[in-house]
């Protein structure tokens, strides 16, 4: 029991986050944007963790920063009547997942095939016993336990809750997660004792995380905001200083972001040969975590997260074909 307190106080010493932004709600009036033929709409939530170590207080900030980039994108509004939900640091799971009501099947802006949803959550995550209404899982998951995503009222989100919230899309429509938490990967190729699996499981989903299932995640000290684990950092300048004059696959976000053996220790287990069940826990965690982009479809059917200003790709080929003249008419001369 000592070594799952540990790994479970591991956890919490590395920020945990599940990926999701202003303080807002649907009644606030987000709006599904239609761009390109697809409609865009994204519920985002880091829950802030107030008494806490001071870097948990505020991770609001960090949710407003990484919408404050995805809304430098013409498929992306924030505010009132905008399509980007951001919940206030103060949300419960709840609130969490009844953001998501109105775009699931029979909601009043339900998204339909083509469609993109994305969610985003930043905040703690666990694994083990220690997960709030865990009913265990078993081989071939690494882990014979659940992850949850824990808010801080307390009130938390399982991988079991979260894969049938995304289960409850119209068939056809794109899910792009980001869950940036300490064992986030656990949310993907979980298997239940039930059969009812986890995200992979349900049709056109895309999952980012932080860490694999038995990794936690740390902070990386970069400021403005040092509680931001590496990869929460590169992603928001992504946004901010990718090209904006085409598009921004999601494969190219990932690929501009992802971070791999970040050096905090190098104690790094190999999960291939993990053993079974209880015994697990008797390996150390590790300080070292690998972002991952898990997916069950192929990524050229899936509409980019950054899509330019309509027009803004033809005035750059009519700014290269101007720059081409330039210098045919200077050979000539």
């Given at each position: ?18 990926a ?18 697809h409609?865009?709409?994204?519920v ?30 013409a ?5 009132p ?30 998204l ?13 995550g ?62 993907w ?39 931001e ?50 015994a ?35 005035l ?14 200077r050979?000539?001369?």
């Amino acid at each position: 029991m000592d070594n799952r307190i540990s790994a479970w106080s591991a956890g919490l010493a590395g920020i945990c986050a599940a990926a999701t932004m202003a303080v807002m709600s649907n009644d606030a009036g987000a709006v599904p944007l239609r761009f390109g033929g697809h409609a865009y709409q994204a519920v985002m939530v880091a829950p802030n963790y107030p008494g806490g170590p001071a870097f948990d207080d505020h991770l609001d900030l960090s949710r407003a920063a990484f919408a404050a980039g995805l809304s430098t994108w013409a498929n992306w509004r924030r505010g009132p009547g905008g399509n980007i939900d951001e919940l206030a640091g103060n949300a419960t799971a709840a609130d969490f997942l009844n953001a998501m009501t109105p775009y699931q099947a029979g909601g009043a802006q339900a998204l339909q095939a083509g469609d993109l949803f994305f969610g985003f959550y930043f905040g703690h995550g666990a694994t083990g016993p220690f997960s709030p209404g865990n009913v265990g899982e078993q081989a071939p998951a690494l882990s014979v336990w659940d992850e949850s995503m824990i808010f801080g009222n307390p009130s938390s989100i399982t991988d079991d809750q979260f894969t049938a919230a995304m289960g409850a899309f119209n068939p056809g429509v794109f899910k792009f997660i980001i869950d940036i938490s300490c064992f986030s990967g656990g949310f993907w190729n979980g298997n239940d004792v039930n059969g009812a699996g986890d995200l992979e499981q349900v049709p056109r989903t895309i999952l980012i995380v932080s860490s694999s299932e038995l990794q936690s995640t740390y902070t990386s000290g970069i400021g403005p905001r040092p509680w931001e684990p590496l990869l929460l950092v590169r992603m928001i300048n992504t946004l901010f200083f990718a090209p904006h004059n085409r598009n921004l696959s999601i494969a190219e976000f990932y690929a501009r972001s992802a971070v791999a053996g970040a050096a905090i220790n190098a104690n790094r287990f190999d999960e291939s040969t993990l053993p079974p069940g209880d015994a697990l826990w008797s390996e150390i965690v590790s300080g070292d975590f690998d972002s991952s982009m898990l997916a069950n479809f192929s990524l050229d059917e899936l509409p980019g997260i950054g899509a330019p200003e309509p027009g803004s790709e033809a005035l750059v080929a009519l700014g290269l074909g101007m720059l081409a003249l330039g210098r045919l008419q200077r050979r000539k001369s």
